[in-house]
């Protein structure tokens, strides 16, 4: 890494250096002492000649990574647009295929898009508030059985603490589940019950969200089942993505959440059983994707900035509920019955 001195001058300016560590693609120090003010005022300086600091504890002492600061592109919200305006249209067809009918197919897209946009919209917002440069959400269209491969937000910058890292996870899953509870509702207060033909069909299961909602809005007599209306279905759509996002793997949005608990090295075991869980569910193909995922960012997720402050116990209590909502959530995959 080039600079080299010039970095350790930046850093001694702040920390007590113990060691430097120079290898051909990593610069790293090992220092002393811990400061957070300190650390920020790193951060700030190395910024301006395109370096980033990641700190994390380090056997008794505290290790200092250096990293070239990423270039991004400038954002282009014409393409968000155009995107968005092709899931409408793709959402729409799909609605409309499954009843045959315009106004289903509208409704099935409002409230898909009103879920999955509210939770990137969230995690925008989230990145807002703790000064992290990141994109409008992207809406992804797609042929798929419902329309759209989801939505995601683009992260330009560092996050600079486990407090964000931490908001950054939670925001997106907290907001859609939000949105998905009255969208199944409504899906189920308009429902109808109709009788079992014994023919094969595609079998969606209900989530334990979903189960109690109908175990209280709904008497399904033996050799009954409720009919799928469109409602129903983005509602589902909708506790799977919040069920699928909160999966403590890699980058995920339960990944950013076990991280900012846990060191890398500890994350990278709870994202082995995060796809064992997946699996187990039934969502193959999702996680023969993330394993390899996994295997390409060999070296785990980086975490913040800042990887010694802790979590404040506001957002401890705040991921026991996001634990209740994974579990109420937790819904096997559709198969042919």
């Avoid at 300086?45 to 395109?50: Q, T, Y």
Wanted: hydrophobic content about 50%; proline content about 5%; overall charge neutral.
């Amino acid at each position: 890494m080039e600079n080299t001195e010039f970095i350790e001058n930046y850093v001694s300016k702040y920390f007590n250096i113990k060691s430097t560590h120079i290898e051909e693609k990593a610069l790293y120090f090992i220092v002393w002492d811990y400061d957070r003010t300190k650390f920020v005022q790193l951060i700030d300086d190395l910024d301006k000649i395109g370096y980033l600091p990641f700190i994390d504890e380090f056997q008794g002492d505290y290790k200092i990574n250096i990293v070239n600061k990423p270039k991004y592109k400038e954002s282009k919200v014409y393409l968000n647009v155009i995107l968005f305006l092709a899931t409408i249209f793709s959402t729409v067809f799909v609605g409309y295929l499954w009843e045959g009918r315009i106004i289903d197919g509208i409704s099935f897209s409002v409230a898909l898009l009103a879920i999955i946009g509210t939770h990137e919209t969230a995690h925008y917002f989230a990145a807002k508030k703790h000064d992290v440069k990141a994109t409008l959400p992207y809406f992804i269209p797609a042929p798929t059985l419902i329309g759209t491969f989801g939505a995601v937000i683009n992260v330009k910058s560092a996050i600079p603490d486990k407090n964000a890292l931490f908001d950054l996870g939670v925001s997106g899953p907290i907001a859609g589940f939000i949105v998905a509870i009255p969208v199944l509702i409504i899906g189920l207060y308009y429902s109808t019950i109709i009788p079992m033909n014994g023919q094969s069909a595609l079998l969606f299961y209900s989530s334990p969200l979903q189960s109690i909602l109908e175990y209280f809005m709904i008497s399904i007599p033996a050799g009954y089942y409720i009919k799928l209306n469109p409602l129903i279905l983005a509602g589902w759509v909708g506790v799977i993505v919040t069920m699928l996002n909160l999966m403590p793997i890699a980058v995920l949005d339960g990944g950013h959440i076990s991280r900012s608990f846990f060191n890398v090295k500890i994350h990278q075991y709870i994202s082995i059983v995060g796809i064992i869980i997946m699996a187990l569910l039934g969502w193959y193909f999702m996680a023969i994707i993330l394993v390899g995922f996994i295997l390409f960012m060999s070296r785990g997720h980086p975490g913040a900035l800042d990887n010694v402050t802790k979590l404040d116990r506001n957002r401890k209590i705040i991921a026991v509920a996001m634990i209740i909502i994974f579990i109420l959530c937790l819904t096997p995959a559709p198969q042919i019955v």
